[in-house]
């Protein structure tokens, strides 16, 4: 009864390395994806900020001054939304926390990458462990070096897709609460 067990859990265990190689591949294509869309909103926010904070500098310079939307520098799309709620007068509390969820949806993609790119690493490599160990006492060395390699390939490929994510998120989160501080200024004005 035991070696049944133990074969049911091996061919369950053999049977989730494919999926596993394909979510990796797939998550690897995902993140370099997300990494382009990163880079579009750097290259956007290194254009629009410095226009946009002198914006800023002179509503506070003169607090009389209304906020006209069509005054507002063009800037990132979360804090062009908040621009529009400011001056369509909708309620502040109500509009800062959409404006939060947006920003939580937006980096929770990036957590998703953070966490799951190790754990697919992980199982991509404990997985092909099992074959390789019995290659290993029967002296097919070759059988070994196969396994052995999707092993290693499958951890670099996960840490490498959760360091992505995580610079990315890093990133993002400092931009997001910066944009949240922005808007919530405008709300004042």
Known sequence: MSDLVVQLLFLISWALLYPTMILLILGLLISFILVGGFLAEARQ???TTDV?????????REPAQRLRIEEVPTTTA????????????????????D???VARRALARLSIGIRVGPIL???????????????LSS????????????????????????GLCYVMHSFRKGWYA?????????FGV
């Open 139 to 162: 002296g097919d060395t070759e059988t070994l070096a196969t396994k052995l390699v999707v092993a290693f390939s499958t951890s670099v490929v996960g840490l490498f897709i959760s």
């Open 78 to 97: 979360l804090v062009s939304r908040g621009v529009r709620a400011a001056a369509e007068g909708r309620d502040r509390e109500k509009a800062l926390g």
């Open 121 to 135: 690493g992980l199982a991509g490599t404990l997985i092909p462990l099992g074959p390789a160990l019995l290659a």
């Open 52 to 60: 946009f904070r002198l914006y800023l500098n002179g509503l506070r």
């Open 45 to 47: 926010r290194r254009r």
């Open 178 to 186: 910066q944009d949240l501080l922005d808007v919530e200024y405008l």
């Open 99 to 101: 404006l939060d969820i």
